[in-house]
């Protein structure tokens, strides 16, 4: 870490209380002032003009493969995406080989990221080996600082089991997150069960198999008190029972992925499996109420479910290649090219509140003196095109390659070092 400062001079900061144009002064890993020409005489001054300043963002929902599949990514590679995409902080999933449920795998995951140009947060799994019969030794894991559990790729499927993990999250003061799927009833299907399955004949799941898992975890919510945050939903009647649980009280958040807004099941026409995911694109209407849960509040938080796959593994017939996208590079542009919403609610989906759901402490979207110098610097005007073969990804497996979308990440700040600078990896 160096100690130098760094000016970013220009643009225009946007907070929870609003926007202002000002400058900020960073050294030692803190804003140290903010304020007309305080950037200026810095080491290292980052032109900001024409760019919103904002606290870095923090995705809830990272796959980063390591450790088993650094073929497809590791922790080095996916955070310099991540940098690249205006993140600081990333959660990483524990869906790993083997997965990250033992203190010893937490400590691994912590030592890679320490070298690394965001901050990695490790989730632990819920159960053993993701395996849905035992759970894993969660306080253990919270010692080391894990805020988050879940057992992402699978949904905890046994009730009884997850009313027990539940309360055990709930004396720890830990957050339990579920990827919302029965096994039994998606069947192992490749896509959304509707119009387009049938056309296309490859088996699908129904929304229901996502719905019945909310349905129940609302009402062990309410059993045991415990917060559950909901991942990638991807259906309107789970967006509509989440609407719904929060009014009656019961502590659910919930996240959304850019993919379930931007994209529904009609793309899998070109049997290209780059748009198999799990959960799988939906229908327009699923999008148009997962846009209207991001714009009334309901959903929480926009989450990447960046889940690099090689080409070897993923270029195989629809129903075979493993479901994933990836989004670290491309979220941010996404959600201000293609949601109606004013920028402080991007940020507040993108870093405020992911950032109290993952219990990232000071990170509160205030850019005051003393506060953290995790900052994005972005340029909402810039377009640009995507290019799987340009992102840091060793994988190349992105949905949107070709598409031309509008804001580019300029600069990010990461613990005080500029890691991105002018749109390329930082010294
Ligand atoms: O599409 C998905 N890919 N959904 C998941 O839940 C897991 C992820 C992965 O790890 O590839």
Redesign the pocket.
Same mark, same amino acid.
């Given at each position: 870490m160096t100690s130098m400062t760094i000016g970013i001079r220009g643009g225009e900061l946007v907070e929870p209380g609003g926007r202002r144009h000002a400058e900020l002064l960073i050294s030692e890993g803190r804003i140290v002032d903010v304020g007309e020409g305080v950037g200026e005489g810095a080491d290292l001054v980052l032109d900001a003009s024409g760019c919103l300043v904002a606290s870095g963002l923090v995705d809830l929902h990272t #796959?980063m493969r390591e450790p088993g599949r650094e073929d497809a990514e590791t922790v080095h590679t996916a955070a310099l995406g991540a940098a690249r995409g205006g993140f600081t902080t990333v959660c990483a @999933?524990p869906?790993t080989t083997p997965a990250i449920d033992s203190p010893s795998l937490v400590r691994d995951i912590l030592r890679l990221a320490e070298s690394v140009p965001c901050r990695v947060l490790p989730v632990g799994a819920i159960t053993k080996g993701r395996a849905g019969r035992e759970l894993a030794p969660m306080g253990e894991m919270a010692e080391l600082g894990v805020t988050m559990f879940t057992d =992402?790729?699978t949904g905890v499927a046994d009730n009884a089991l997850m009313r027990r993990a539940m309360e055990y999250a709930s004396g720890l003061g830990v957050t339990l997150a579920q #990827?919302c799927e029965d096994p039994a009833l998606a069947g192992g299907g490749a896509m959304h069960e509707g119009e387009w399955s049938a056309r296309l004949g490859i088996p699908g799941q129904p929304a229901e198999a996502e719905e019945l898992m909310v349905m129940r975890d609302i009402a062990l919510s309410r059993l045991t008190g415990a917060r559950i945050h909901f991942q #990638?939903l991807s259906t309107a009647g789970s967006v509509d029972m989440v609407r719904r649980a929060r009014r009656a009280g019961v502590a659910v958040t919930a996240e959304a992925t850019t993919h379930h807004f931007t994209l529904t099941h009609a793309e899998c026409r070109t049997f290209d499996p780059v748009f198999?995911? %799990? !959960?799988p694109l939906r229908t327009s209407e699923d999008v148009a109420a997962v846009r209207a849960g991001l714009a009334d509040g309901t959903i929480d938080a926009i989450a990447t =479910?960046h889940?690099p %796959?090689t080409p070897e593994t993923k270029d195989l017939p629809f129903d075979q290649a !493993? !479901?994933? @996208?990836l989004g670290l590079e491309t979220a941010l542009a996404l959600a201000l090219t293609e949601l109606d919403l004013p920028v402080e609610r991007v940020f507040d989906l993108m870093s405020w509140t992911p950032a109290r759901i993952a219990g990232l402490a000071g990170h509160d979207g205030s850019l005051r003196v003393g506060a953290p110098a995790d900052i994005c610097v972005v340029d909402p005007g810039q377009s640009w095109t995507v290019s799987g073969r340009a992102m840091a990804s060793r994988s190349r497996n992105t949905p949107y390659e070709g598409r031309t979308l509008t804001g580019r990440v300029r600069h990010t700040v990461y613990a005080g070092r500029a890691v991105v600078v002018d749109g390329g990896d930082g010294p």
């Open positions: #796959h @999933m869906n =992402d790729g #990827h #990638h198999k995911v %799990h !959960p =479910d889940a %796959h !493993p !479901p994933g @996208m």
